[in-house]
C-alpha cells in the first residue's frame, strides 16, 4: 500500500512541476505532498480516527463507552472537552507520540484493550463553541487524521454550521467519514401522529416536539437524502487520497 502510494505521489509531483513550468499555481497540491509524505514517514501501522460534532454532541461519552471507563471527561455545562485526547494502545504509546504531536494532540490515554490494538481514537473539542480556540483545533487538527467520526444528536442546534463548513468542502473525502447518531432515544416514531402528514418541501427545522416529530417527518420529506457509508482500506492517510 505505501508503494503505491508512493507511485501516486510522484505522479503528483509531476502534475505540479509540469502546472508550474506553464505559470500554474501549485501550492495546493505542494502542500498536500509535504503532508502526505510527512504522515507516510511516521512508523507504526495505528489508524486515526477523531470523533468530532458539536457541543454537547456526545463525542466524549462516546468514547468513554468504547474505552469502558472515562477516558474524556464529560460534563453537563458547555463547552467540556478543551484540548483533543487521544485514547491509543499503551504498548504503541511511545511510538505513536511523534505522530500525535504532529497531529496536534498533547494528552495521551493509553489502553489495553485487544479490540483496538491498530486503532487511535481522538476526542476533539467542539467545532461551535462560544471559544473560538476549539474551532480553530479542529480546524487544525481534521487535515492531519485518517478518518472521522462525525457524532450528531437529533436535538441539535445550528447544524447549519457542520453542513456548510465541513460536511459539504470534505465531500470528496466522504469514503472517510463515518456517521454516529448519538441519542437515538429521542427520535421519534410516526406513529404518534398516524392521520399527520406532512406537505411537499416541508423539512424536520419545521417543526419543534418532545416525541421527535420533526425527526419522524423525515420519513415523508421530499429533502430526505438516501446516504450509503462505504468501508475503506484501512491505514492510508486521508491526506494522501487528496
Avoid at 453537563?76 to 500525535?100: C, I, K, Q, Y
Avoid at 494532540?105 to 479490540?115: F, L
Amino acid at each position: 500500500m505505501t508503494r503505491e502510494l508512493g507511485g501516486c505521489l510522484e505522479a503528483l509531483e509531476r502534475v505540479a512541476d509540469a502546472a508550474e513550468r506553464l505559470g500554474l499555481d501549485a501550492g495546493a497540491a505542494r502542500e498536500t505532498l509535504a503532508t502526505a509524505r510527512t504522515r507516510l514517514g511516521f512508523p507504526g501501522t495505528a489508524f486515526v480516527c477523531a470523533l468530532a460534532g458539536g457541543t454537547g454532541a456526545g463525542k466524549s461519552s462516546l468514547l468513554n463507552a468504547l474505552a469502558g471507563r472515562e477516558v474524556s471527561r464529560p460534563g453537563p455545562t458547555r463547552p467540556v472537552t478543551a484540548e483533543p485526547v487521544a485514547w491509543v494502545p499503551a504498548d504503541a504509546a511511545a511510538e505513536l507520540g511523534p505522530l500525535l504531536r504532529w497531529v496536534g494532540v498533547d494528552k495521551v490515554v493509553g489502553h489495553h484493550d485487544p479490540r483496538f490494538t491498530d486503532l487511535c481514537l481522538l476526542d476533539l473539542p467542539d467545532y461551535d463553541s462560544v471559544e473560538a480556540a476549539h474551532r480553530a483545533t479542529v480546524d487544525q487538527v481534521l487535515p492531519r487524521v485518517d478518518a472521522v467520526c462525525w457524532v450528531l444528536d437529533p436535538e441539535k442546534y445550528n447544524d447549519r454550521v457542520l453542513h456548510e463548513d465541513y460536511l459539504r468542502p470534505l465531500a470528496h473525502h466522504a469514503d472517510r467519514a463515518v456517521f454516529v447518531v448519538n441519542r437515538r432515544d429521542v427520535i421519534g416514531d410516526d406513529s404518534w401522529f398516524p392521520d399527520q402528514r406532512w406537505s411537499p418541501g416541508m423539512s424536520w427545522n419545521n417543526i419543534q416536539s418532545r416525541y421527535g416529530t420533526g425527526i419522524s417527518a423525515l420519513t415523508l420529506d421530499d429533502n430526505e437524502l438516501p446516504m450509503r457509508v462505504i468501508a475503506h482500506i484501512l491505514g492510508v492517510p486521508r491526506s494522501a487520497m487528496d
